[in-house]
């Protein structure tokens, strides 16, 4: 279906459910009960999950397949993002056009930059890719502040061009939309004390969302997959079989690049404001550890470690103190004390070290991320059904 | 006129002289065996004749062609395919997945930016991956990874590999260096049974004897960077300048 | 040419941070093969060290002090801190005054320790690893370890000064022969600076002239062959790691009055000492200090007025600038070895 295989087929299909009803899954608890903190379907996460999830799946492309660690990502979704605002502020508020200009000079971006970085391989590689970054990042900072809008970034203004949009009425602001229809605009649906949020920016942006994941599958099925694969295996091989490695890797760099400048773009899309920190290195260690996190080198995994750790940056930052007593309330007051004198370091505006702490404790044990793990634990209960299966069956001979 | 024209090749490492004055001409569908010493030069001729070193004089034609500051994928798209002392395999791959880049190399050349298609449902490739690895008897063994199989078979891939390019001039670096007496007749046999069934010329450096008096039509022995002596293999066994080599490195 | 010395001497202070980390980094990697991302954080706890023991000096009771009244005439109540009652007042101060310098003394055993421990227990493990899962675990690390400090000091800068002997600037051009006035330079930087080379010194000597440092050396060059010869090289390596973490720390002791102390302060250098050790060459001690200084000088000339009318922006972006031209055309590094982590 689709030219995939049934299990890829299967796969998109989940991802697609999930995505699509992510507005009530995310939102289990009902309003106003004490676990409603816990619910992650508001528009805002939904769409960091999605958007995030396409900056991942794209540099997966290339540190998953080839082995090349891009230690500068965060600088080409950077450059998406103002090449998505000036096309809505000089040309239209439609976010479609805004997008293709983000993926096109985002794509150029990575041209460039991979043309040269990709000379060098290895720990070396990494460094060019930071040091094009943090230039990148610098220099949005400082010189161009003229594009760039220096430290306060960009955003949409009244006086903007628009050239293709009609004037504003009086009081209206310009909003990013797809032919007219408003990005924050949300549908709301309140069933019993739930309340389900129905955003058109999420959905806009989940729908392309699943269209990079088909994409990326294709990528990985393909003979141009397979020899990403083979560089990363053996390039030594791979060149005295007649085949030259460095198109293949800029290819792939390049593509993931226009992966980034996508997220990049649809950031805009969604709260039509840019600022340099998106370009700072740490947002480079930050998809790192999302696709390392889910699972470099497989198709779901970046999308669940993007998913994850927006979901801690966003729900386990908001734990505090108070919260806690709450919880632990029916414990005796010392024990109530101890127990989130334990835990407090680890929540709230520590978030960070729990997600260090996962992080190493994942490259540690488990290489290959979450997807690793869930196939080890599928693993241990196949065996345990195939034990009970010989063990049933045995008497019957 | 020899499919591979080796002219006045010589190399410098800083103070060391690697190669000097080498002529050689490998003949069309013959096995040539290059055997000598230790250091006496032999890899450093082969790193010549596929890209990897450039030498600082004379030249290296194949086919009527400089192979001279060409890269390596250039000199194999060329037609000249090399198998690695230690094996050199794709080991995260499978080794239906291993079969397969050599053929996709044959097809689409250097590079093809193919990034759509399904891999499963190039027809052609696949047949033609399977086909080989039927014939080299690894067919059992396509859903592998390639890094799990014995070195026999990881040498046999290797070899299965470069074969599928179809290549005119095959490379063979020490085949059986470091392998237990069965499977260096494994690899023997092999390499005769390819040699008889194929329109193929083979250049092979070894050390092992036995190796070389089972499979070369023709032998040159290099020492200290010089061809000392080319003939049949029946005349080399005896030969004094060759025993002097051999037994001045014993000494 | 006083404004060239000028800058050269700015370029001095971070210069000799980034010799320091990039020697540390260079030692971790020349040794265990190992790309050690944790390295800044060592730098930042280092630093962190001095701001911990000023306030172990500082720490303090409450007396109410009968002879001083507030403004409403009550008696005024005054922190004591306890290091008066062991030293009496003036010692008392001093101490405190003193508290950088001293903090070395406190953060040598505190960063071997912090330095072995990681070895042993994380590092260790991932000697046959890619480098790429190196880099991984240790980036890991640099969060887990800059998150905790954060916790315990929060996220603010945290003023640590130097001694008040050295808190001014002199007239460093008048002592150089310069018309006066034209060369101010801060005390502390000059002792930094003198710090770093004593510190650097030490450690070349170290590795030329002692029996423990000579094999060392052998292992950098050629682990397994010094393995086979019986040494444990394990250990010394292990040894080597701390004294590569007690390097950064000291290197973070001192730079703490010049730059106040920050939870992020180690990534903020790391990820320039890396630029520095690529520059410099991957497994070379001297590229490493080298490329240091070089690049430190560099970012302070690009500094200059008179090259940022020209050049707008380029103090920013110098360093990263120059890391990728020596990159592209001296793959190697300026004084790197061949076969080191070329594949």
Redesign the interface.
């Known amino acids: 279906m689709l030219g995939l295989t049934k299990k890829d087929y299967n796969l998109l299909l989940i991802v697609a459910c999930l995505t699509m009803l992510a507005p009530f899954i995310l939102n289990p608890f009902p309003e106003g009960s004490g676990l409603a903190q816990f619910n992650a379907g508001y528009p805002d996460l939904m769409q960091r999950f999605v958007i995030f999830g396409i900056f991942a799946i794209g540099f997966n492309i290339l540190f998953g397949l080839t082995?090349y660690?891009s230690f500068g990502h965060a600088a080409f979704l950077g450059v998406g993002s103002y090449a998505a605002i000036w096309m809505m502020k000089l040309l239209t508020t439609n976010v479609i056009p805004a997008m293709i200009l983000a993926v096109a000079i985002a794509g150029a971006f990575a041209l460039l930059v991979g043309y040269?970085s990709l000379?060098?391989?290895?720990?070396?590689f990494?460094?060019?890719t930071?040091?094009?970054a943090?230039?990148s990042y610098?220099?949005a900072?400082?010189?161009?502040t003229p594009i760039t809008g220096g430290e306060t970034g960009l955003q949409l203004k009244l006086d903007d061009a628009r050239i293709l949009d009609g004037a504003l009425g009086a009081g209206e602001q310009a909003r990013a939309n797809l032919f007219g229809l408003n990005m924050s605009s949300s549908y709301e649906l309140s069933v019993g004390s739930w309340l389900f949020t129905f955003n058109t920016g999420y959905y806009i942006a989940a729908v392309i969302m699943l269209l990079a994941f088909y994409l990326a599958i294709r990528i990985f099925r393909s003979p141009f997959g397979l020899m990403l694969r083979a560089v990363k295996s053996n390039q030594q091989r791979l060149n005295y079989t007649g085949l030259n490695p460095r198109p293949y890797t800029l290819a792939a760099f390049v593509i993931s690049g226009m992966y980034a400048g996508l997220a990049g773009g649809l950031m805009v899309a969604m709260d039509t404001q840019v600022g340099p920190e998106r370009m700072f290195?740490?947002a480079s260690?930050e998809v790192?550890l999302m696709t390392?996190l889910g699972g470099a080198g497989t198709l779901i995994g970046p999308v669940l470690g993007a998913g994850l750790i927006k979901y801690m940056e966003n729900i386990l930052s908001k734990i505090n103190s108070d919260i806690l007593h709450t919880w632990f309330a029916f414990l005796p007051d010392g024990l109530e004390d101890f127990i989130i004198t334990l835990i407090y370091?680890f929540i709230g505006?520590?978030w960070?070290?729990t997600?260090?702490?996962i992080?190493?404790l994942v490259?540690?044990f488990l290489?290959g991320g979450l997807v690793e793990g869930g196939q080890r634990i599928a693993k241990l209960f196949k065996r345990k059904d195939d034990a009970e299966d010989t063990a049933a069956s045995t008497p019957a001979e | 006129m020899g499919i591979l024209e080796v002219k006045n090749v010589g190399k410098r490492f800083g103070g060391l002289q690697a190669l000097n004055e080498v002529n050689l001409s490998v003949a069309e569908n013959t096995c040539h065996a290059i055997i000598g010493p230790n250091g006496a030069g032999k890899s450093t001729l082969l790193n010549c004749f596929v890209g990897k070193l450039i030498p600082d004089t004379g030249s290296v034609m194949f086919d009527g062609q400089s192979v001279l500051g060409r890269t390596p994928y250039e000199i194999n798209q060329m037609g000249i395919s090399r198998v690695f002392q230690t094996p050199e395999i794709f080991s995260d791959l499978s080794v239906l997945e291993n079969m397969m880049i050599p053929v996709l190399a044959k097809r689409d050349g250097a590079f093809r930016m193919h990034a759509y298609a399904d891999m499963m449902s190039e027809k052609d490739i696949l047949e033609k991956s399977e086909a080989m690895l039927e014939d080299m008897g690894l067919a059992e063994k396509r859903g592998m990874q390639a890094s799990s199989m014995s070195r026999g078979d990881k040498r046999r891939l290797e070899i299965a590999m470069c074969l599928s390019q179809e290549p005119r001039l095959l490379l063979l670096d020490e085949p059986t260096a470091g392998m237990a007496r069965a499977d260096t007749n494994n690899t023997i046999d092999l390499l005769k049974q390819i040699k008889e069934e194929r329109d193929i010329t083979i250049a092979i450096i070894e050390h092992d004897m036995h190796v070389v008096f089972s499979l070369a039509d023709r032998i040159t022995v290099l020492a200290q960077g010089t061809p000392l002596v080319e003939d049949h293999p029946e005349n080399i066994k005896g030969h004094p300048k060759v025993r002097e080599a051999y037994l001045g490195e014993a000494a | 040419m006083d404004a060239i010395v000028l800058q050269i001497l700015n370029g001095l202070d971070k210069g000799s941070a980034y010799a320091l980390i990039a020697l540390g980094l260079t030692l971790i990697f020349g040794t265990l093969g190992v790309?050690n991302f944790a390295h800044g954080a060592l730098f930042m706890i280092g630093a962190f060290c001095a701001v911990t023991l000023t306030r172990l000096l500082t720490w303090s009771h409450t007396i109410i002090d009968e002879t001083k009244t507030d403004f409403l005439g009550n008696p005024l109540k005054v922190d004591v801190p306890y290091i008066y009652d062991i030293f009496g007042q003036s010692t008392g101060e001093a101490i405190i005054d003193w508290a950088v310098p001293l903090a070395i003394l406190f953060s040598i055993p505190v960063m071997l320790l912090v330095g072995v421990i990681m070895e042993r227990g994380?590092i260790k493990?991932f000697y046959k690893r890619p480098?790429?899962?190196q880099?991984?675990?240790t980036?890991?690390?640099?969060?887990?370890l800059q998150?905790?400090v954060?916790?315990y000091y929060g996220?603010n800068p945290i003023p640590t000064p130097a001694p008040a002997v050295f808190a001014g600037s002199f007239d460093f051009g008048a002592m150089l022969g310069f018309d006066p006035n034209t060369i101010i330079y801060p005390y502390w930087r000059l002792v930094y600076f003198a710090f770093a080379a004593v510190i650097i010194g030490a450690v070349f000597a170290f590795l030329q002239f002692t029996t423990f440092g000579m094999v060392v050396r052998a292992g950098m060059a050629d682990r397994e062959t010094v393995g086979l010869l019986g040494i444990n090289i394990d250990k010394r390596f292990t040894i080597m790691f701390g004294i590569a973490a007690a390097v950064a720390g000291m290197a973070g002791v001192m730079y703490a009055p010049i730059n106040s102390p920050n939870y992020h302060m180690g990534?903020d250098f790391l990820?320039l000492s890396?630029?520095v050790v690529?520059v410099g060459g991957?497994g070379s001690l001297p590229g490493a200090v080298l490329a240091g200084f070089l690049l430190g000088v560099l970012e302070s000339f690009a500094s200059m007025a008179q090259v940022l009318e020209f050049l707008?922006?380029l103090n920013?972006?110098i360093?990263?600038?120059v890391?990728?031209i020596i990159?592209?055309t001296r793959?190697r590094g300026l004084m790197g070895r061949k076969g080191v982590?070329?594949?």
């Open positions: 082995g660690l040269v000379r060098r391989s290895g720990i070396y990494s460094i060019l930071l040091a094009f943090q230039m610098a220099l900072y400082s010189v161009l290195w740490t260690g790192v390392i370091p505006k520590g960070h070290l997600l260090g702490i992080f190493m490259v540690i290489p | 790309v994380l493990h480098h790429a899962d880099i991984l675990v980036f890991g690390l640099a969060i887990v998150e905790i954060k916790f996220a990534m990820v890396f630029v690529v991957m707008p922006g920013q972006i360093i990263y600038l890391a990728i990159l592209l793959p982590m070329e594949d």
